[in-house]
């Protein structure tokens, strides 16, 4: 309750002069005077506050409340006239080397570390196979091709393979360097929040899973470059839902908070082809940091 207080009050803060309401992210310089109002994305601005709202309901289990803000962020956001964070198009990604989708990231880190330490260190195929984050078995037939259920999938282009020490690796690209023709605000970029959440969110709290479908679910999916998917039942779209959730945040951290949420105890495990992870629930749980707890009374 702190939390939805403190972005309630942060919300109605912003809502008189906070300009990505009007300009979206402005992600450029200004010649002269501050960039103080600029970068919205690396600032927790208006929209991303409303969307921490949806989220921070939706882990509390309050899906009213939820699905209410995610819709409204995505109606106020989604003007086909003056869109301020449009979801990626066909368009966009031919134009474009980028592998964040940074047009519908509501708030992000800025990282300069990310192409020369964060990838280097984690996800180069040169790096040995007891220090590379990746996924088990080659691309083609291997946790990653399981992972994608349509090959024309933007994030699968997040993936590639390469013969490292006559052997064929798997690594991961979402943050490579970018190849770059100006000075791109996305290269040093890495989410925390972004557009796709929100839809994600808004067809679960859906009542209707019809609607969930065809206003949320699919035109997520439709931004992906993939096929629509069909569900029965609402059983059926959370299966649909989780399995989404794996392919767009990875490299994000999302997927440890949507795994703790529904209390899941049985997941894919990254280290093998096609195995299941049993995790405890108390795994979810850390334990307060020592700093936080050294001092207190005996």
């Known amino acids: ?5 403190d972005l309630e009050t ?125 996924m088990a078995g080659d691309l083609a037939t291997g946790r990653v091709n399981e992972t994608y259920d349509d090959k024309n999938d933007y994030r699968y282009r997040m993936w590639e393979s390469t013969v490292e020490n006559n052997r064929e690796v798997t690594y991961f690209i979402k943050y490579m360097d970018e190849t770059r023709t100006g000075s791109e605000a996305y290269r040093y970029m890495i989410p925390l929040i972004r557009m796709s959440e929100l839809y994600l969110i808004a067809a679960e709290c859906e009542t209707n899973v019809q609607t969930a479908l065809d206003k949320y679910f699919n035109p997520l999916r439709f931004s992906r470059n993939c096929v629509n998917q069909n569900a029965s039942s609402a059983e059926e779209l959370k299966s649909l839902i989780r399995a989404e959730y794996v392919r767009e945040f990875i490299g994000e951290g999302q997927l440890f908070f949507y795994y703790k949420r529904n209390a899941l105890q049985h997941i894919p495990d ?22 936080e707890t050294s001092q207190r009374a005996e």
């Open 1 to 5: 309750s702190y939390i939805i207080k």
């Open 10 to 134: 942060a919300a109605s803060l912003l809502l008189t002069v906070d300009p990505v309401i009007t300009e979206g992210a402005k992600n450029y310089g200004e010649e002269v005077g501050s960039n103080d109002m600029n970068y919205r994305q690396y600032r927790l601005n208006y929209f991303a506050i409303n969307a921490l709202m949806a989220r921070a309901y939706l882990w509390s289990g309050n899906t009213q409340k939820a699905g209410e803000y995610a819709r409204t962020v995505i109606e106020k956001v989604s003007d086909k006239n003056t869109p301020l964070f449009p979801l990626i198009d066909a368009d966009y990604m031919e134009a474009n080397s980028d592998r964040v989708f940074s047009p519908e990231v509501l708030f992000s880190l800025y990282n300069t570390s990310r192409p020369d330490v964060v990838y280097k260190t984690l996800f180069v195929p040169t790096l040995a196979t007891t220090s590379i984050l990746t």
């Open 270 to 291: 990254g280290g093998t082809v096609n195995s299941i992870k049993n995790i405890s629930l108390d795994s979810y749980v850390f334990p307060l940091p020592d700093s």
